[in-house]
């Protein structure tokens, strides 16, 4: 399977419909590119150090100074095709951005890169996505002294995935954590990696190197591979190496660590009051890891960390946190790009039009999603035509921009091809690769007097009842419906109802009514807290007498609410790979092999632990 990682590396012969310009032909349109790549550079591993910069220097000095500030933002577009989005996408693109399509987001700002969302209908099947990255890849060439475009998106895997089914999805960061094996880790970051590169998505925002020692995180969670900050940091680099070995930067985020955090910096400004010998051993562990391993970008966090710097300022806008301790401590040189400028994190102490300003005073060289464009690219282009920023300060920026797209092939091949993709996308070895490392993550916490694992002879009508949360991007669920699905195709006769995250007493009484024809129970839970209903639903079903098997299918800690379950086993996501390979574990088709990378504590004593990082249980 090997082979897979590169994939999307295809020639230039004719591709059909969606024929790609030859390389010649690119090189052509593309005034002074040409003689800048005249040194030949592989795909894997372009020239760096002198000679390699000199060329990319020669691209810097061609720019004019808009075209610099271009470079340096990432920005969303709405619409599946970069020239001929839907009505609606042509609506939303004029009230937000002032332009029509990515095509003439590019032409009138000159971004250096793009960034996919599945809301802003950027995603919505392999060869569709395909299509969008050449038309943007087309559009940035089309234009004088025209660069390849840095194409990214949040493909974590798990609870945040913007590419959805036929391409393969596998458990998220967390469920990794709990199969413990850097070469799963690795393998699918190079899975992964070679099907977003042959779709023509150059950058990932993955993974998380947050270490996530706050149960009640909002916003990272199960996006962390765990609480042990040296198995995170394995597991980080692993996940590196992988993609970027298929030609796809990897990005370590949030910097400097929003694993402790009880505010989602979407919507607040969250405070870290970890000491800096915490942050040494806790935090920044994950992050030395991910630069050792040479990863290409890091991501900033819109968070205050006072021990670090107490000014009160956002770690995005702090120079003593990224050029100080980021550059300088940590000795990194790769891209260092902001969180979602649109977030409210960053926007609570300073007006939009400061923010990307800031951002490049403190040490950033990528500006993300900024909520206005046009304020931020002008703010951005004002503070150099008034000396606060210097026009060498930008070229620093650029620099490590353009070597990070001349070091993943994107200068030399950013093209996708629809053979690329039929022969990379969701192939049948990939899906089994990721529904194989999905069975060594599902972890069993409970199973007092041998409950599970249940048997289709003796334990033959089940009834899955529970949660049906959103499903993560593009995958089917919901989960309930999923588990039945998979517990019939294993000799069992399930019947799916679900019952939500806050279900009414009616519904309730309306599963122990169902639960009366079952010879046992399947529970999925999400997010238990105390006082949720989820918990009564539990108790209600385990008082019939029948056996019945939790499935919590976010976080693993919901089992420390239901202090009545004899058997509970944690999937860590909701995706289908992984209710699956939980239906296959709760058959006894393959024992659990997964083990807690988080402690669960008790819910009545938070400060005792009632499971510790490791616990799980075998058949």
Request: glycine fraction near 8%.
């Amino acid at each position: 399977m090997h082979h897979t990682s590169t994939g999307s590396d295809t020639g230039t012969g004719s591709t059909g419909h969606t024929a790609r310009p030859s390389r010649r032909a690119v090189l052509a349109a593309t005034a002074g590119l040409t003689a800048a790549l005249s040194v030949p550079a592989t795909a894997h591993a372009a020239p760096r150090g002198a000679s390699g910069d000199r060329r990319l220097r020669a691209l810097i000095s061609r720019m004019t100074l808009e075209e610099k500030v271009g470079q340096l933002f990432v920005m969303r577009v709405y619409g599946h095709s970069a020239t001929a989005p839907d009505q609606a996408d042509i609506d939303a693109n004029l009230k937000e951005i002032g332009v029509r399509t990515a095509a003439e987001l590019i032409a009138k700002y000159r971004v250096g890169g793009i960034i996919y969302f599945t809301w802003a209908h950027n995603t919505r099947d392999p060869h569709q996505i395909a299509e969008l990255s050449n038309g943007i890849q087309r559009a940035s060439l089309d234009q004088p002294r025209g660069l390849p475009v840095l194409i990214a998106t949040d493909q974590e895997h798990g609870a945040v995935c913007r590419v959805g089914a036929p391409a393969t999805l596998f458990p998220g960061a967390m469920a990794i954590g709990a199969g413990r094996s850097r070469s799963d880790a690795r393998t699918l970051g190079r899975i992964s990696g070679a099907e977003l590169r042959a779709m023509g998505i150059n950058q990932d925002y993955s993974p998380d190197a947050d270490v996530n020692v706050n149960p009640a995180n909002p916003v990272i969670g199960v996006r962390s591979f765990g609480a042990d900050p040296e198995a995170v940091a394995e597991l980080v680099a692993a996940e590196v190496k992988g993609y970027q070995a298929a030609r796809v930067a990897a990005t370590a985020k949030h910097f400097p660590g929003h694993g402790d955090t009880a505010v989602d910096s979407h919507y607040g400004f969250p405070v870290i009051t970890h000491s800096r010998k915490l942050w040494e051993e806790l935090d920044a562990v994950p992050f030395r890891a991910a630069i050792r391993a040479g990863i290409d970008s890091v991501m900033t966090a819109h968070i205050q960390f006072p021990a670090l710097d107490d000014s009160g300022d956002p770690a995005t806008l702090s120079h003593p946190i990224l050029t100080g301790i980021l550059r300088g401590e940590l000795g990194y040189d790769g891209v260092v790009i902001t969180d979602s400028l649109g977030m409210q994190g960053v926007r609570t102490k300073y007006g939009d039009d400061r923010v990307p300003v800031l951002a490049l005073k403190a040490g950033v060289d990528q500006l993300l999603n900024p909520p206005s464009l046009d304020v931020a690219w002008n703010a951005v282009l004002k503070a150099v035509r008034e000396g606060e920023l210097t026009e060498a300060r930008l070229d620093e920026s650029i620099l490590r921009i353009l070597r990070l797209k001349d070091r993943r092939g994107v200068l030399d091949q950013p093209w996708a091809s629809p053979a690329g993709v039929d022969r990379t996308v969701g192939t049948a070895s990939h899906l089994a690769t990721a529904a194989r490392i999905a069975e060594r993550t599902t972890t069993l916490l409970v199973n007092e007097d041998g409950v599970l694992p249940f048997d289709p002879r003796h334990e033959h009508r089940l009834l899955v009842v529970g949660a049906d949360p959103a499903s993560p991007s593009g995958t089917t669920g919901p989960p309930t419906g999923v588990l039945a699905t998979a517990l019939t195709a294993l000799g069992f006769s399930a019947t799916a109802l679900s019952t939500g995250t806050a279900p009414s007493a009616a519904t309730i009484d309306k599963a122990v009514t169902a639960a009366r024809d079952a010879d046992a129970v399947v529970v999925a839970t999400y997010n238990v807290t105390t006082g949720n209903s989820q918990q009564m639903l539990v108790e209600r079903l385990v008082a019939m007498g029948k056996p019945v098997a939790v499935v919590a299918v976010r976080n693993p800690y919901d089992v420390a609410q239901l202090p009545s379950a004899k058997a509970c086993l944690a999937t860590y996501c909701w995706t289908d790979v992984e209710l699956r390979a939980a239906a296959r574990v709760i058959a006894g088709r393959v024992s659990p092999r997964g083990r807690l990378p988080v402690p669960v504590q008790r819910a009545d004593d938070p400060a005792r632990v009632l499971y510790p990082v490791g616990h799980g249980l075998r058949y």
